[in-house]
């Protein structure tokens, strides 16, 4: 059974980084494209990207300037660092596992909640 | 990024039909058969009810089914229950291996 955890800070100063860690048990990360999801409070779902095992990773346009995405096979767990947030970068952050044949979601973590706040 | 939109939401009977239409642009829904739908309960994770369109995962009740013409997706959901009340997103590849979400949809039974 594939399991999915995010971890990291709950609370993030605006202009600071936000960092989070997904740790992958039940399957290997060298398989399927492994990405972050977002939902601010009261909206949707907006996908952030995704990064392959090779380091090939690919984001969200409106995104992309601020964000990156890494792993380490080793370790079984692939990283999200968001630049220079603000208070629209609050939201519950998940991270999720990503057919990477037919575009979608199969598994979920269960997602953290960071406060981007002073 | 172009937009998929979804009515804000919908809402009908226990037992009755409804369909969630996510009407998409020609690089999303036009160019590609590659939409997935979500359903997350609050404070839930989302769950996966279709992809390329009209596929549905092992473990996904046969009253969720998915549509595609030209550019609008459709997700029906028939026999409604109480427990399909929850928000529904649909989701397209949007070329250059990116996605895009819909804004999403709240399903009330009444």
């Known amino acids: 059974q594939v399991q999915l955890q995010e971890s990291g800070p709950g609370l993030v100063k605006p202009s600071e980084t936000l960092s989070l860690t997904c740790s992958v048990s039940g399957a290997s990360i060298r398989s399927h494209y492994w990405s972050w999801i977002r939902q601010s409070p009261g909206k949707g779902l907006e996908w952030i990207g995704y990064?392959?095992?090779?380091?090939?990773?690919n984001y969200n346009p409106s995104l992309k300037s601020r964000v990156i995405i890494s792993v380490d096979t080793s370790k079984n767990q692939f990283f999200l660092k968001v630049n220079s947030v603000t208070a629209a970068d609050t939201a519950l952050y998940y991270c999720?596992?990503?057919?990477?044949?037919?575009?979608?979601?199969?598994?979920w973590g269960q997602g953290t909640l960071v406060t981007v706040s002073s | 990024q172009s937009a998929l939109t979804q009515p804000a939401s919908v809402s009908g009977s226990p037992g009755q039909s409804i369909t969630i239409s996510c009407t998409g642009t020609q690089s999303t829904l036009g160019n590609y058969n590659l939409v997935s739908w979500y359903q997350h309960h609050p404070g839930a994770v989302p769950r996966v009810l279709i992809y390329e369109g009209s596929r549905r995962p092992s473990g996904v009740s046969s009253r969720f089914s998915g549509s595609t013409s030209g550019l609008t997706a459709s997700l029906t959901i028939s026999g409604l229950q109480a427990e399909d009340e929850a928000d529904y997103y649909c989701?397209?590849?949007?070329?250059?291996?990116?996605?895009?979400f819909g804004g999403g949809t709240k399903l009330t039974v009444l």
């Open positions: 990064i392959y095992h090779s380091g090939s990773s």
């Open positions: 999720a596992r990503e057919d990477s044949e037919s575009y979608y979601f199969d598994n």
């Open positions: 989701c397209s590849y949007a070329g250059s291996s990116t996605l895009v």
